[in-house]
């Protein structure tokens, strides 16, 4: 989503559940902001939206064995051809009513399921109960930055910022511009027409024992070109990663950069494919 100039305001998952029944889901601390936006661009008539906060809440299962986990606790056909990636709908776990979506911030097969509060606590009972056997662990916010560092994927508030536009921010394949007519459309044609400012890259960092966390400068032959928004260890590939903004004039794939961490000049280079699963088989799989 973007604002009247053209720079990102939202990053969303939009749902459609019936002819005239949507689910838009954001980021939590943004959601009073977007809400405010929302609410000042409704139109007379005939929409209504309304925020979920915690009335809505859930779990996510990920990993090779979400499908497996998945089939054991509700008769639901979600086999890859009848549940496929992006799918959304109403399931019932058991006699929990919930609604899942196939989508996963892990970049592995995933699937989130979200439930009225008080159906949450039962719900992560029978699941943890139906995947014992198959290794079934909780992971919570560290793990899915670690996880998502790999997939060279951003976050609102890091890599996506009412300062970047979609071409900076590498999501300007959202934006379509053959529609006649939306917020931000003009600003966007001239932000297209006139290049990006800056990249956002991805990064493997020879760090020692400490990795980027955001903000940290980035150097190309001893001069700031850079910042970097977010970062950690990833520990599928063992490696650490940062995400960053690169000025569009020292952007260069091929060369060599560094990061300071506290203090200490660290080199680092981009990273143009994810580490985990490049090709995106098994999340789609």
Partial sequence: MLNDHGFLIGDFTVARLGPERFFIFGSGIAEQYHMRWFLAHLPKNGVAVRPQGLGLVGVQIAGPQARNLLRRVTDRDVSNEAFRFLAFDRVDIGMIPAMIGRISFTGDLGYEIWVEPDYLAPLFDRLMAAGEDLGLRPFGGRALNSLRLEKNWGIWAREYRPIYTPWEAGLDRFVALKKPDFIGREAALRARDEGARYHLVTMVVDAVDADVVGDEPLFRDGKVVGWA???????????????????????????????????????????PEPLFDPTAERMRG
């Avoid at 520990?235 to 203090?263: M, P, Q």
């Fill in 229 to 271: 928004t977010s970062g950690g260890y990833a520990h599928w590939v063992g490696k650490s990663v940062a995400l960053g903004y690169i000025r569009a004039e020292a952007f260069d794939a091929d060369t060599d950069y560094a990061v300071e961490i506290i203090g200490d000049t660290r080199p680092c280079r981009i990273q």
